[in-house]
């Protein structure tokens, strides 16, 4: 991997100088959140004087790597004298949302807010706060945004006075759409834009798989981290109202895959089940929901779950995995011919009459031609799984909101998974190529028994006189101290 030039580039586009001879650059990208550069040159070197603050940076030609200049200094010794070494520092191009913060509409009821597909909703707040706000010297007029696909389930959110980066990582996260600020220096302009990883784990069969492991030797220093510590699974979501006269929903929290609805669980345990021949079977395979069931187009399926009391949803997907229909309803049995586009199945079940309830249990078997595919979900918010939280949702003005917002809010509380590690680079995957931020791959540890499939969150390339190298993190980011101060002092003062 070689080390990039870094193009100094002024917020009129204009090109101000090229820089190869650094000493060190950390160029930091996060999928949900605002990433960082630092770059450390001697300041006696060429076009060291057009490193200032408002000036853009990007390495190479790459406009999906830039980022604008915040921070200047002189690197002071172990001695406290002055060096020549001097250091520039400054967040990414999504830095610039962080610039906003949500200002509620006059006319809004004290909240911007707004309902539709989770990547319209990212829009809009950042066409209100960016790109066309009523306020005019609050324009950021380099910055366009990218045209709306209407992905991502439909929602609502508000906000009030809350910085945009932040509420974008909220939606983000929640939505498991990445989002990012690219240079266009052709164009001369910014563009914002919400952005949704390739599948690219051993269990598909679509894109070529990318697996990081231990045994082939591509990955070093690897740092995994699983945590229930303030985890939540279980929230009681309080809306208007005092004390006894206060509405109280139970929400639940289970994790959850890149295409699922939020909700739904994300392992499907196969168990005993009963063929249309009433012989009773005993089956064990684990299937992950987020790879879906691979089936033909244009051909007819039986469903039965043998219990005419559950309730299940089908969601089919097209060749590229991409939402295509639902459809479901209460009894044992149900045929479905699928159309010319649906490729994939995910199908959920639900022990009472309507999804959303507590326990998901019972099991269903999918046949064609004599070939039996059962699913059995298990429960995972009861007994020693269970861990509760009171979620302060005052300002939602409905059960139907109040239960959106508990789930949003309690999405904020789960459990940590995360697992990082740095790649030998290019062996056997390339960089930009074969994988890069947001796409899920799979990783794999034999030593510690250890088997991930999980969405790369955040990438780390490192230039440096003694080599370089790219740090990894996937799975679910560790929160920052200050994103949990602000959060414990949030639910204080409200």
């Not at 909220?170 to 990012?180: D, F, N, S, T």
């Not at 490729?343 to 249990?361: C, Q, R």
């Not at 004599?370 to 939602?396: H, N, V, W, Y």
Request: charged share 25%; with cysteine.
């Amino acid at each position: 991997m070689d080390a990039p030039s870094v193009r100094i580039i002024s917020p009129a586009f204009d090109l101000l100088g090229e820089i190869r001879n650094y000493e060190s650059l950390q160029f930091t990208r996060r999928f949900y959140s605002v990433g960082e550069f630092e770059l450390r040159i001697n300041i006696n070197k060429a076009n060291t004087d057009a490193l200032q603050n408002g000036n853009l940076i990007m390495l190479g030609k790459d406009g999906k790597k830039a980022g604008i200049i915040r921070h200047r200094e002189n690197e002071i010794d172990e001695n406290g004298d002055s060096t020549d070494t001097l250091i520039i520092k400054g967040p990414t191009l999504k830095g610039i949302c962080s610039q906003r913060i949500i200002v509620p509409p006059v006319d809004g009821n004290g909240y911007d807010s707004f309902t539709g597909p989770q990547e319209t909703i990212m829009k809009h707040f950042v066409d209100a706060h960016c790109v066309n706000p009523t306020d005019s010297s609050r324009k950021i007029s380099q910055l366009v945004i990218g045209e709306d696909q209407g992905r991502g389930a439909s929602d609502q959110w508000r906000f009030r006075f809350d910085n945009l980066s932040d509420a974008l990582e909220q939606v983000g996260q929640y939505a498991k759409l990445g989002w990012g600020v690219t240079l266009d220096a052709d164009g001369k302009r910014l563009v914002f834009d919400v952005i949704r990883g390739r599948d690219l784990t051993a269990g598909q069969d679509t894109l070529p798989p990318v697996i990081f492991s231990t045994e082939f030797s591509d990955i070093k220093t690897p740092h995994f981290i699983q945590s229930w510590i303030n985890a939540a699974t279980v929230g009681y979501a309080g809306g208007q109202g005092d004390e006894t006269d206060r509405l109280i929903q139970t929400v639940n929290y289970h994790e959850s895959g890149d295409n699922q609805i939020s909700g739904d669980p994300k392992y499907w345990e196969s168990g005993h089940y009963a063929p249309t021949d009433g012989v009773k079977a005993d089956v064990s395979t684990r299937i992950r929901l987020k790879d879906l069931i691979k089936v033909d187009p244009s051909t007819t399926y039986y469903f039965n779950t043998h219990n005419s009391a559950y309730y299940f949803v089908i969601r089919s997907y097209d060749s590229n995995r991409a939402f295509v229909s639902s459809w479901g309803g209460v009894g044992s049995v149900l045929t479905r011919t699928t159309t010319q586009n649906e490729y994939y199945l995910g199908i959920a079940i639900y022990n009472s009459g309507e999804p959303g309830t507590d326990t998901y249990d019972g099991y269903i078997a999918m046949l064609q031609n004599g070939t039996i595919k059962p699913f059995l979900c298990q429960d995972s918010t009861s007994g020693l799984d269970r861990m509760e939280t009171f979620l302060d949702c005052s300002d939602a003005e409905n059960a139907a909101e109040l239960i959106s917002k508990g789930t949003q809010k309690l999405a904020e509380s789960a459990p940590v998974k995360t697992f990082e590690f740095s790649v030998v680079h290019d062996h056997p995957f390339v960089y930009g190529v074969d994988y890069d931020l947001g796409d899920t791959v799979t990783a794999r540890s034999k030593k510690w028994g250890l088997t991930m499939d999980a969405q790369i969150v955040e990438l780390k390339e490192i230039y440096e006189s003694g080599g370089n190298s790219i740090e990894v993190t996937f799975g679910t980011s560790i929160p920052s101290l200050r994103k949990f101060i602000n959060h414990k002092t949030y639910k204080a003062v409200n």
